[in-house]
Structure formats: structure tokens, C-alpha cells
């Protein structure tokens, strides 16, 4: 059933079925204006055309529309890949990555599209990822982050982005936890209290040291019993007679 924006081509020109090279496919029901042709604009539909026709996407790689060709490349002969790491859009020299080999995320790691550089720290081997620990954009950062080794990620402490250092006080071995006591993002800090919570009993940010209150030993929670906060107090209680009635039980 048709869906979506009007079903013209990359170039906002009407479709024509009938002059179109791939025509005995209608009759089989394999495409249809409005819901499937790999000559739409629309990329659902194209989509859709190359999972009813996989056969039919090694032929299309040259296609002029880069939506087409991203999608062609998703189920071409491996084969017939490598030639689109040169492809002028990040979108299939992307997708190229995905496809190919580990080896090939090599070729383009100081590609000038984000995309693409998101695309090879997902596909590069974890140990090979130290190039990519100060890409300028934080979204490489972050696949960085998630994925390299753990001796790796002291080099990330200091990452301009607090989302990527919350991955990081996340992963990284305890040893290094103390130094996110001064950082500048309360979440970091308040992730880092989850993991080392007496390092963060005096912590200046309420939501940092209600995480040590939640998750911190006997010595945590007497020093928070006397937080000048209600909400922090009241956690700390709670944790601590929480603790109290399991060792009660394990006697």
C-alpha cells in the first residue's frame, strides 16, 4: 500500500513504470510506485525494492541517486564493495565499511566525514582504535569510548565531552576513579560516586552524593548521615538498614 511522500525520483521528476528497465517486476509484485522502485526519492521504498530484489543489487552500485547505491551496497557481492570506499558520498563509503573486512576501516580512518569515521570505530579491531581517541567530533569519540581496551581509556579522562568521559567512568578499572573528583560534569562525577562512592561524600552536587548514599558501605553512609540535605540523609538510613537486615539474615 502506498505510504509516504509522492513517489517521484531523486530529481523530483514523476515515475514512469513503463519505461523503466526493471518493469517485469511489477507483474511479479516485487515493486510498485508508492511502495517500492529503486528509483523513488524516498528511501523506505527503495529499501524495500532491494529486499524483494537482492539479486538485482550489484547492477545498481553506479546508480546516480546515493540513497540507491547505500542501499544496493547493503546486499551487493562483498565482492563488488571495495570500489565504493572512493564512492563521493559518506553515506555508501560508510556503508562500504560495514560490509567489508576489519582491513578496510584502515583506508578511510582520516576520512573528512564524520559518518564515515563513526562507520570505521565501529568496524576497526578494539586495539586498533587509538587513532581515534581525539577525533574532533564527539559522536567518534563515543564508539571509542565504548569499545577500546581498558588500557586505553585513561587516555579519555580528560575528554572535552562529558558523555564520552561518562562512558569512561563507566569502564574504566576502579584504580583511576579518583581522578574524577574534580570534574566538571556533575553526571560524570555522580556515575563515578556509583562505582567509588566514598571518594564523593563531600561532593558539592546533591545528585552526586545521593548516588554515594545509594550505593556506599557502612563508612559511606555514616559520613552521610549528617548530610545537610533531607533527601541524602533519608537514602543513606534506608541503605544502611538495608544492609543491617541482610547481614541479619546471613548470620
Known sequence: MPEGPAPVDWEGRALDCASCRFR??????????????????????????????????????????????VNAARHASVFRIPRLLDDPDPAVRAMAILR???????????????????????RLPPASLIPLMHDVEPSVRLVVARRAPDGVLPGLIDDPDPSVRRIVVNRIPPDWIDRFRRDPD????????????MLFVEDEDIRVRHAAAEEGCEKVLARLLD????????????????LEGSADVDR
Open 24 to 69: 517485469m517486476r511489477l507483474d511479479l509484485g516485487q515493486c510498485g510506485l508508492g511502495w517500492s522502485c529503486l528509483n523513488d526519492r524516498y528511501a523506505k521504498r527503495i529499501e524495500r525494492f532491494f529486499l524483494l530484489n537482492p539479486e538485482l543489487a550489484d547492477e545498481n552500485l553506479n546508480h546516480p541517486y546515493f540513497e540507491t547505491r
Open 100 to 122: 567489508l573486512p576489519q582491513a578496510a576501516a584502515e583506508k578511510l580512518i582520516h576520512d573528512p566525514d564524520r559518518a564515515v569515521r563513526i562507520a570505521v570505530a565501529h
Open 186 to 197: 556533575p553526571l560524570v562525577r555522580r556515575a563515578a560516586a556509583h562505582r567509588r562512592p
Open 227 to 242: 548530610d545537610p540535605e533531607d533527601i541524602i540523609r533519608e537514602t543513606a538510613r534506608a541503605r544502611l538498614a538495608k
